[in-house]
């Protein structure tokens, strides 16, 4: 119950109730890695990225499962891209990638949208980056989505 109440209050924009609902939630069950995820979204919208970036390596840690490690190091990608670190975010683009979430084609379709990526667009590596997962989709691999949980934020 504090994890969907947290969800409802970030909706309206309550931060700070929604992580305390979220720390009410890991209290209850550490093993629910959702919670972890969706702090770390609370705090990319507060733009406080080095407390996002522990929630998604947190909810890495606590889960089990390889396109959700991949869906959490695409949103490691995107926190270091709002923070102008083009290194990291390649380093994450390729993890998520080496985890399947691009073969995810929600995935697929919330990179090609996401504004936080649109600075690196002329970059020769991100190119190179981009040309291997539009491979994905030339050739039809996408899977169906293992992914419970899907709200990704630009």
């Known amino acids: 119950i504090p994890f969907y109440k947290a969800i409802v209050l970030e909706e309206s924009k309550q931060y700070s ?18 919670s972890f995820e969706e702090k770390g979204d609370v705090y990319l919208k507060m733009k406080k990225y080095t407390e996002a970036q522990t929630e998604y390596k947190k909810a890495i840690q606590s889960s089990n499962n390889g396109i ?10 995107v926190v270091a891209a709002k923070q ?14 080496k985890y399947g979430a691009f073969s ?25 980056f ?9 050739e039809y691999r996408f899977i169906q989505s293992e992914l419970r949980w899907f709200r990704m934020f630009d």
């Open 17 to 34: 109730t929604a992580l305390i609902n979220l720390n009410k939630s890991i209290e209850l069950d550490p093993s629910f890695y959702y």
């Open 84 to 97: 102008k670190q083009k290194d990291n975010m390649m380093l994450f683009l390729k993890k998520a990638k």
């Open 68 to 77: 959700y490690e991949g869906l959490m190091h695409y949103k490691l990608a």
């Open 130 to 138: 981009t040309k291997s997962i539009i491979k994905i989709k030339k």
């Open 104 to 128: 995810d084609q929600a995935v697929y379709k919330k990179f090609q949208k996401n504004k936080s990526f649109h600075t690196y667009r002329s970059d020769k590596k991100f190119r190179k």
